[in-house]
């Protein structure tokens, strides 16, 4: 099965920010070109590897990247077990 997702839902639900962490102790990360509106909107451009000299995010960034994967998690459990099934 694929089922393509958008970057935005990809972000939202801070796996970037999961993939990023990871990548960061390779010196690497996943880079996102985004263009805010002025009425907030967000619309992503592009997303590219990159190699980066910096290691890991402040802990703001880290609380709210877990509190956003756990939220993914607790609402996408059942069919997560579900397709692992399968």
């Known amino acids: 099965?694929?089922?393509?997702?958008?970057w935005k839902e990809f972000r939202d639900s801070g796996l970037f920010w999961f993939v990023n962490q990871t990548l960061h102790v390779f010196g690497w990360s996943l880079v996102?070109?985004?263009?805010?509106?002025p009425d907030g909107k967000q619309t992503i451009h592009r997303v590219y590897p990159a190699r980066v000299k910096f290691r890991g995010f402040t802990e703001?960034?880290?609380t709210e990247g877990y509190k956003k994967v756990s939220k993914y998690l607790k609402d996408n459990?059942?069919?997560l077990e579900k397709e692992s099934k399968e």
């Open 77 to 79: 459990i059942d069919e």
């Open 32 to 37: 996102a070109d985004i263009e805010v509106e």
């Open 60 to 62: 703001e960034v880290n």
């Open 1 to 6: 099965m694929v089922d393509e997702r958008s």
